[in-house]
C-alpha cells in the first residue's frame, strides 16, 4: 500500500496513493488508521486523503467506518477528502454521507477541523 502521512498544524494528513481501495488494501489501510487514531496521538484529528482513489467497494467503505468510530471513542476529529464523482456518489447512495464527513480539500478539513 503506498500512502505518506504527516502532521501539519497539530492535525494528521494521512494520503493513501491508490486508485483503489478495496479488499486489496483495506486491510493494511485499517491497520494504518487504527494505528494513527490510538497509538499516535500527537494530533488533534486526522484527514484522510484519497486524491487518486476512483472505486471503493465495501471493505473500503467499512474502512471510512472504523476510522469514524475511532475518532469519535477518542475524542478527535474525523474527516475525509475525495475527488472521484464515483466515491462520492457511493457514500451518498449508502447514506454514509449523514455518518462522514466529507470536505472538499485538504485545507477545508483543516478549517473544519479547527472550527473556522
Known amino acids: 500500500m503506498n500512502f505518506t502521512s504527516s502532521v501539519d498544524d497539530g492535525i494528521m494528513v494521512f494520503s493513501l496513493m491508490e486508485t483503489k481501495l478495496d479488499t486489496g488494501n483495506s486491510g493494511s489501510l485499517k491497520t494504518e488508521l487504527t494505528r ?3 497509538e499516535n496521538r500527537n494530533h ?3 484527514i484522510l486523503h ?3 482513489i476512483e472505486n471503493c467497494d465495501s471493505s473500503g ?3 471510512l467506518l472504523v476510522a469514524n468510530r475511532l475518532a469519535v471513542e477518542k ?3 474525523f474527516r475525509i477528502v475525495a475527488k472521484s464523482p464515483k466515491v462520492l ?3 451518498k447512495i449508502t ?3 449523514e455518518v462522514l464527513i466529507v470536505a472538499e480539500s485538504v485545507e477545508k478539513a483543516k478549517q473544519q477541523i479547527k472550527g473556522f
Open 36 to 38: 494513527a487514531l490510538t
Open 44 to 46: 488533534s484529528g486526522l
Open 50 to 52: 484519497l486524491p487518486e
Open 61 to 63: 467503505l467499512s474502512v
Open 75 to 77: 475524542n478527535s476529529s
Open 89 to 91: 456518489n457511493l457514500i
Open 95 to 97: 447514506r454514509l454521507d
